[in-house]
């Protein structure tokens, strides 16, 4: 059926008992007995007939376009969830990447105390040897190994320089910090005093460097 324009249900039902309709009635009554009353009623039925066709139709119609309008903002709805879901995502990965690219402030325990003492660090040459779990005088540990180690580092006129790892990064060190120092002492010529300070550090050194437990506590227990 062709497309309906509007709702049969307000049409209006015309007089077919006017005088409008008096020939159509005339052409029905012809050479019979019917009466005029009856043609209008005829008339009347076959209007009725043909709208409450046209009201199927027409329901039919509605229904079908509602369908259609449905599905059309279903899929448009999903067009514009997907989109903002796309913009979302890629604003999450720029604020992530943002995020990476930020200088990171180091960690801290709160309440922990800062010594206001600069301690010495034991040379490259002493680190790298507990490093190869290797035997190194107590010596390189002690105040006085230390102190050594700074001055040397001061005052060397030695500028060959070699690669060496610090955390991730690979950095330049000058080569003197990897030899052994020419005022080393064996351990059993130490001081008292020398033995026992170099003896701590020693091992608070072996524990960074993380040592197996069992030697890190033989050595507590020996010393």
């Not at 497309?3 to 159509?24: K, M, T, V, Y």
């Not at 500028?159 to 020419?182: H, N």
Request: proline share 3%; net charge negative.
């Amino acid at each position: 059926m062709a497309h309906i324009a509007s709702d049969p249900a307000l049409d209006i039902e015309p007089d077919f008992a006017s005088i409008s309709f008096q020939g159509i009635r005339n052409r029905i009554i012809g050479n019979t007995q019917t009466t005029h009353d009856e043609a209008a009623n005829e008339l009347i039925t076959g209007w009725r007939q043909d709208r409450d066709i046209r009201l199927a139709a027409w329901t039919l119609q509605v229904n079908e376009a509602t369908r259609l309008a449905t599905e059309a903002a279903r899929v448009e709805q999903e067009r514009v969830d997907q989109e903002r879901l796309l913009a979302e995502q890629e604003a999450e990965d720029e604020r992530q990447e943002v995020e990476k690219k930020k200088p990171k402030i180091n960690d801290f325990k709160v309440g922990t105390s800062v010594s206001d003492t600069l301690l010495h660090r034991p040379s490259q040459y002493a680190v790298h040897k507990l490093k190869s779990f290797e035997y190194v005088e107590l010596w390189y540990f002690s105040p006085d190994g230390c102190k050594d180690t700074a001055d040397e580092a001061k005052s060397s006129t030695d500028r060959t320089f070699g690669f060496t790892k610090v955390d991730d990064f690979i950095a330049l060190k000058a080569v003197a910090a990897f030899k052994p120092s020419r005022k080393a002492i064996q351990d059993h010529s130490l001081e008292w005093r020398q033995f026992d300070m170099a003896k701590n550090s020693f091992l608070l050194y072996i524990n960074k460097l993380n040592w197996p437990e069992k030697h890190q506590r033989a050595l507590t227990m020996f010393s």
